[in-house]
């Protein structure tokens, strides 16, 4: 590689990784500040409640297919089928989220108390009971709603019993727990990943001429919020700031 090329390179990396951050927004109660390691994406904070969230949903969607109808009416009007569908993703995704847009890290923080999996089911379990006496449901099926739905409620007001302490989280999206190959967002990790990626893509395509590489980092630049997902352990030396409201 030519040091033409390469300085192209090093240029975008120190402006659009080295400069630019990754945000979440989350419950201060949810860092882990007397280890080194913070924030574990092995450590699955809804372990204990997911059994039972993952039941109240199959039955649920069990009893959308039998006639169930119901919106869920939040910051948006969607079906239940819809959120469900969302929430169970993300019960079964594992890693943490974190966005390139400070805003929506803000929002989320406020507006979802550091989890919108338990906001989602806070939602559905206050507001679903005057579904019951649908036609969908016999009247062991009504039962059995009303009783999970109930224990989804307990269940989330023990959960939800420390008071929230909203934050957001900052880190620089050069920090290499986000090195991760199966990530398709370009602009993120160290300058050693970074070049190896744009490395790796420009044999492929025979495209290492100045121009061709200038423009694909330009291609790679188009999204100017995105998502992605931490895989590995974020440490304390990591964290760039934790911004408190």
């Not at 372990?47 to 919106?71: C, T, V």
């Not at 910051?75 to 995704?93: A, G, H, M, S």
Request: charged content about 25%.
């Amino acid at each position: 590689m030519n040091k033409k090329i390469e300085k192209i390179i090093e240029n975008h990396w120190n402006q659009l990784v080295e400069s630019c951050y990754f945000y979440r927004g989350m419950s201060l109660n949810d860092l882990d500040l007397k280890s080194k390691i913070v924030l574990d994406p092995k450590k699955n904070p809804l372990k204990d409640i997911a059994p039972l969230l993952m039941k109240y949903s199959e039955f649920l969607l069990n009893m959308i297919k039998r006639g169930l109808e119901f919106k869920v009416n939040d910051f948006y009007i969607e079906p239940l089928q819809k959120v469900l569908t969302w929430t169970i993703r993300d019960i079964k995704n594992p890693g943490i989220d974190f966005t390139a847009n400070y805003a929506d890290a803000a929002a989320y923080a406020f507006n979802y108390a550091g989890s919108q999996v338990k906001h989602n089911f806070n939602i559905i379990a206050n507001t679903i009971g005057k579904c019951k006496n649908q036609p969908c449901f016999n009247v062991a099926e009504k039962k059995r709603f009303l009783q999970i739905t109930k224990k989804v409620l307990e269940l989330l007001s023990l959960e939800n019993s420390e008071k929230h302490k909203p934050i957001v989280l900052k880190v620089k999206r050069s920090c290499k727990a986000f090195e991760n190959n199966s990530i398709e967002e370009l602009n993120l990790g160290s300058y050693q990943f970074f070049l190896k990626r744009i490395a790796k893509v420009a044999n492929q395509n025979d495209s290492f001429t100045a121009n061709k590489i200038a423009f694909f980092l330009h291609q790679k630049s188009q999204t100017g919020n995105f998502n992605v997902r931490l895989l590995k352990p974020l440490r304390q030396s990591d964290i760039e700031e934790i911004i408190k409201f």
